[in-house]
């Protein structure tokens, strides 16, 4: 049989892909990144593409300081400064008026030295605490991951511990509330965090010989004796802080975990690459990539890409090529339940989470549940209206990435700790962008008044666009782009709530 040179090169072509189908690929190993305690290593370390994809997380403050009701933020701080309001970096007196917080304590509850911070505790017991229906509304909400605080200031652990007798299981809920939060947050199937602020715990109390505070009965609760503004102690740091954050990674086995100010001090200096080592490597030992969530305020504890970065009721003005994070609460004044909480808006929140996505950031957004384990209504409804916006609109948000630019419009961003209530409101003619799937999402943060949506980048220079769709509405979207700007019909029939979202393809 004659064989052509074409009949030949199809023999030759079928014989090798039946050797390809029977030739198993070689295994390659990949050996794990083993953190040591040093920059180079933890230079290593990159943020997960899972946490990258997350850009909503609910955020709770909980705790016996709930039980006062008022003053709650660092009210076990703020009940015993009857001597003046002292600058929690310095120990310096700012204000030498008491804080209205020590009367209050004196009148509802008793003097501070009969009954003090520690009285408060059998007050909080979460009797109405179902952790089911809270992850069931956080889920609702569309946040995908939870950070519930660990320990604050008050140095009480809402975990049983083994390190310190004040702990919920010991006293106040008679519970771990804690485990029981975090088994529900994995058995709902979102990610599970802690956030430890115990660092500040060492000079949050006022010791005085004539509160509770100042009997050394206490120092495992109150910290051991010193002047309020000391240096924190090392051996406080080596028996105290290191164990109890070890516990927290230990048994509970946390995919984020969330640090507060005064871990970003000289003094904690010898524990960053402890920390993060130990924690990078406890993730790798039960196959999950883990993130550390620090600040740097008054002293940069962690290089840029050793850890993710986080920002205290504040945002950045521009694209962050690293990914971070914003937290801040539905209170405008409050971490923690108090009645005069004062409540921001689903609109506003919703405008921040597009600003802070559109510069490669998530929000971590805070609620406080009350002492009795219940979360107010009002905060409810605020959860439950963002999670109808990103119902519609959460293609935008979910897994999307930031573009050329943020955006545009005419409200600027101001810098630097503590700053959003600096920050003006947004108006109709500030627009986000974010890309994903090969379309790229115009953000409108606040709902459109006038005719015509102008957007200038938009421009034939800097984008050929072939169509537009509002999120949320069915029909058509009518667009002219020129050489200087995009203009978008307003649809007269559009009922929407919030931020307006147009894909463009």
């Known amino acids: ?104 304590h004196k009148e509802k509850f008793g003097d501070q030295k009969d009954f003090g911070y520690k009285d408060l505790i059998p007050k909080f017991k979460m009797e109405k605490f179902n952790p089911e229906e809270w992850v069931s509304l956080f889920k609702e909400a569309g946040a ?171 945002k950045l003005d521009s694209i962050r090529t690293e990914y971070w994070q914003t937290d801040t609460s539905i209170g405008k004044n409050s971490w923690y339940y108090a009645e005069n909480w004062i409540p921001k808006q689903p609109g506003e929140l919703i405008a921040d989470l597009v600003d802070i996505v559109s510069k490669n950031g998530c929000l971590l957004l805070n609620i406080g549940p009350k002492y009795d384990g219940t979360i107010p209504e009002d905060q409810q409804k605020t959860l439950l209206e963002i999670g109808k916006w990103l119902k519609v609109n959460g293609e935008a948000i979910y897994g999307s990435k930031y573009w050329k630019t943020f955006g545009e419009g005419p409200t600027k961003t101001n810098l630097g700790h503590l700053s959003e209530d600096k920050n003006e409101k947004f108006t109709a003619e500030d627009i986000r962008f974010t890309q994903k799937d090969g379309n790229i999402y115009a953000i409108a943060l606040v709902p459109p008044t006038n005719a015509n949506i102008i957007i200038n980048y938009l421009n034939t220079s800097n984008i050929s666009i072939k169509s537009i769709e509002l999120l949320g509405y069915k029909g058509e979207i009518k667009f002219k782009q020129t050489d200087n700007k995009l203009i978008i019909e307003k649809p007269k029939d559009a009922s929407l709530n919030y931020s307006w979202v147009f894909k463009i393809n």
């Not at 076990?76 to 209205?100: A, C």
């Not at 002047?227 to 090392?234: E, F, I, L, R």
Request: aromatic residues 16%.
């Open 1 to 104: 049989m004659k064989i052509t040179f074409h009949k030949l090169a199809i023999l030759l072509l079928f014989t090798s892909l039946l050797a390809c189908k029977e030739t198993k690929p070689e295994k390659v190993e990949i050996k794990a990144v083993t953190y040591e305690e040093n920059w180079e290593s933890l230079e290593q370390y990159k943020i997960p593409q899972w946490m990258k994809d997350v850009k909503f997380g609910i955020f709770i403050h909980w705790g016996p300081n709930s039980v006062a009701e008022l003053h709650t933020d660092w009210y076990p701080r703020w009940m015993y400064l009857d001597d003046g309001i002292i600058n929690p970096q310095t120990g310096e007196v700012i204000n030498k008026k008491p804080h209205p917080a020590f009367a209050y």
């Open 144 to 314: 995908q991951y939870v950070v519930p605080v660990a320990e604050h200031h008050d140095g009480f652990a809402l975990y049983e511990s083994s390190i310190t007798k004040w702990n919920a299981v010991n006293m106040g809920p008679k519970r771990d509330v804690f485990k029981d939060l975090t088994d529900e947050i994995k058995k709902q199937g979102l990610i599970s965090g802690a956030s430890s602020h115990l660092a500040f715990n060492y000079n949050f109390f006022n010791q005085k010989e004539y509160f509770d505070t100042g009997n050394p009965k206490y120092a495992d609760l109150y910290a051991p004796p010193h002047q309020m503004g000391d240096s924190v102690n090392a051996d406080w740091l080596a028996k105290t802080w290191w164990p109890r954050t070890k516990e927290i990674i230990d048994k509970y086995q946390p995919d984020i975990l969330w640090f507060d100010f005064y871990l970003d001090r000289p003094e904690f200096a010898p524990y960053h690459k402890k920390l993060a080592a130990y924690y990078y490597n406890s993730g790798k030992k039960r196959g999950k990539e883990v993130v550390l969530q620090t600040k740097n305020y008054k002293y940069e504890s962690y290089p840029a890409g050793t850890h993710m970065l986080d920002l205290e009721r504040s």
